[in-house]
Every structure is written in structure tokens, then in C-alpha cells.
């Protein structure tokens, strides 16, 4: 069974941080690319940030530059760090990640962690 259990959500002031963590319990399995995913209400989840099995990394626009993904693969966990928030960046973030078993990759979502920016 595969479980992606988000953490470090909250609430913090404009221009502040906040660390995002997601812990992936998974055994005879690989895990390829991982990724962050944000939906705030009314509009689509959208992709944040991504970052693939050899640490490559790709950004939305928007946070490009305030943001990043990083991945610990003995702890099979993805961190995305995020600086200089702004109130725009309030929404649910979701991980995912594309796990591989033989010749069949699924992509499996964690249950989403809060981040709220206001003053």
C-alpha cells in the first residue's frame, strides 16, 4: 500500500516562509517524479513545482524563483520550500508522485496541507 502524508502547512505573514514536507511510505516500489500541486477555491489544482528521479526541476511561473522542490530519496520523502510568500499563494498543496511497479507506473496524491498567507 502507498501512502503521501503532507506536512508543515499553516498560516505565516506576507514575505514569510514556510517548509513543506511529504513523507512517501512505499516499499519494493520506485519512485520517479515527484511534485507539488496547489487549488485554492474556484479554480483548477495546478502544478507548483516538479522534480524528476535524477533531481531535475521545473517551476510554475509564479513561484519561480521563491520556491523550491527538493527530494531526499533515502527517506522517500519531497520538500518544497517556499520564501516570500504572497497572499496569492493561499491554497491546498497537494504532493504526488509517479511510482513504478515492474512495467506499471501509477501517480498517487497525498490528502493536501493548508497554507494560508494573510496578515
Known amino acids: 500500500q502507498v501512502q503521501l502524508v503532507e506536512s508543515g502547512g499553516g498560516l505565516v505573514q506576507p514575505g514569510g516562509s514556510l517548509r513543506l514536507s511529504c513523507a512517501i511510505s512505499?516499499?519494493?516500489?520506485?519512485?520517479?517524479?515527484m511534485g507539488w500541486y496547489r487549488q485554492s477555491p474556484g479554480t483548477e489544482r495546478e502544478l507548483v513545482a516538479f522534480?524528476?528521479?535524477?533531481?531535475?526541476?521545473n517551476y510554475a511561473d509564479s513561484v519561480q524563483g521563491r520556491f523550491t522542490i527538493s527530494r531526499d530519496n533515502a527517506k522517500n520523502t519531497v520538500y518544497l520550500q517556499m520564501n516570500s510568500l504572497k497572499p496569492e499563494d493561499t491554497a491546498v498543496y497537494y504532493c504526488?508522485?509517479?511510482?513504478?511497479?515492474?512495467?506499471?507506473?501509477?501517480?498517487?496524491w497525498g490528502q493536501g496541507t493548508q497554507v494560508t498567507v494573510s496578515s
Open positions: 512505499v516499499t519494493f516500489f520506485s519512485i520517479n517524479t
Open positions: 522534480i524528476t528521479s535524477r533531481s531535475r526541476t
Open positions: 504526488n508522485a509517479d511510482i513504478q511497479s515492474g512495467y506499471i507506473t501509477r501517480t498517487y
